[in-house]
């Protein structure tokens, strides 16, 4: 199984970036899709998720209103979609499945900071300059 992430740059605040996530040899249409994000000296966070039909999505509040995810089964990606960047949105950004519901990935990554994913994909790095 293979989570390639793509998209990250360097853009000025108030610009946009879409990240990508190309998922290989795994049922795509099984896995509840989730970005987080690692700035530098910080604890990974809970970016967004996406459920397996697309059907739901969930966001931290911190990002809401400005990225949307969204997900293609036929395509096996996840992507999102970062507008309004800030300074502060700066980290190396991370996909990741899972085949819990996605309430359960929710409160263990959010409540219990457990990132305890079925699959991750190595980062990218998104860099936001002032």
């Known amino acids: 199984v293979q989570l390639q992430a793509s998209g990250g740059g360097l853009v000025q605040a108030g610009g946009s970036l879409r990240l990508s996530c190309l998922a290989s040899d795994l049922t795509f249409s099984r896995y509840n899709m989730v970005w987080f994000r690692q700035a530098p000296g910080k604890e990974r966070e809970f970016v967004a998720a996406?459920?397996?039909?697309?059907?739901?999505?969930y966001y931290a509040e911190s990002v809401k209103g400005r990225f949307t995810i969204s997900r293609d089964n036929a395509k096996n990606t996840a992507d999102l979609q970062m507008n309004s960047l800030e300074p502060e949105d700066t980290a190396v950004y991370y996909c990741a499945a899972d085949t819990r519901e996605i309430e359960t990935i929710l409160v263990v990554t959010t409540t219990f900071r457990n990132y305890d994913m079925n699959y991750w994909g190595r980062g990218t790095q998104v860099t936001v300059s002032s």
């Open positions: 996406i459920s397996r039909s697309g059907g739901n999505q």
